[in-house]
């Protein structure tokens, strides 16, 4: 596999349910992102990751909880979410975060809340 | 205020022209770096074209190239002899140190036959 892979590609879930957004890259980079793209919004970071240690969060809920085992992988932990959380995540790498490194993102994942 | 402001949400154009795409872009950093990416209706992005804000020339890579005006904070992309398959969502991007990427609310650009 090459490149940045996002697993499922869509997810239905309640709003009691927990799942789990996975994101792996195969590019040696450094640095991982999830972003949130909602209809008619701008693309929102929402955690980096630079040497898998989370160096940003922005202001992002605490039913959105993430996990970098290894610069290869990232997860993303949901739990009791809210039907405005649907959206496309996207998950992104880049050699590392503190440069002008270009970004590569995933497909995404389309998320539904129920 | 917006960070990025694409003011054209849906575009359309003929086969082998040229299309321009806006971007402006709110920052008081002196050192910043400015980014293309095309989304496809697949979702995935896919970067196109990058511009150092020290940068002098205008970046180019291929049938793409970025329209860098500093002093009006504008960073345009330009696409020549457009294709079908250049029909997709475009997006303009920031990054501003430390720690921040913005992206705008893209453009959706359909290529005519």
């Not at chain 1, 596999?1 to 349910?17: C, F, I, K, S």
């Not at chain 2, 003011?7 to 002196?30: H, I, N, R, W």
């Not at chain 2, 793409?64 to 997709?88: C, E, H, M, P, T």
Request: with cysteine; proline share 5%; glycine share 6%.
């Amino acid at each position: 596999e090459t490149g940045v892979t996002q697993t499922p590609r869509h997810l239905v879930m309640g709003m009691t349910n927990k799942k789990s957004l996975k994101c792996e890259q195969h590019l040696g980079h450094n640095a991982m992102y999830w972003y949130k793209q909602s209809a008619k919004k701008p693309l929102e970071l929402m955690f980096v990751y630079n040497f898998k240690e989370q160096t940003e969060n922005n202001s992002v809920p605490s039913r959105f909880s993430p996990e970098c085992p290894n610069s290869s992988h990232l997860f993303l932990h949901l739990h009791t979410l809210q039907p405005e959380d649907s959206a496309l995540y996207l998950c992104a790498s880049s050699q590392e975060w503190g440069a002008y490194n270009e970004q590569f993102f995933g497909p995404g994942t389309r998320l539904t809340v129920l | 205020a917006q960070k990025i402001t694409q003011t054209q949400p849906g575009m359309f154009v003929q086969e082998k022209e040229a299309v321009t795409l806006d971007c402006t872009y709110d920052t008081s950093d002196q050192s910043y770096g400015l980014f293309w990416y095309k989304q496809p209706s697949s979702g995935e992005m896919i970067f196109l074209i990058y511009q150092g804000s020290y940068d002098e020339q205008n970046a180019t890579e291929g049938r793409y190239s970025l329209n860098f005006q500093k002093a009006r904070k504008s960073a345009n992309l330009v696409i020549s002899a457009s294709q079908l398959g250049d029909s997709a969502m475009y997006f303009c991007a920031m990054r501003e140190r430390p720690n921040q990427f913005y992206f705008g609310t893209g453009t959706s650009l359909t290529v005519i036959p």
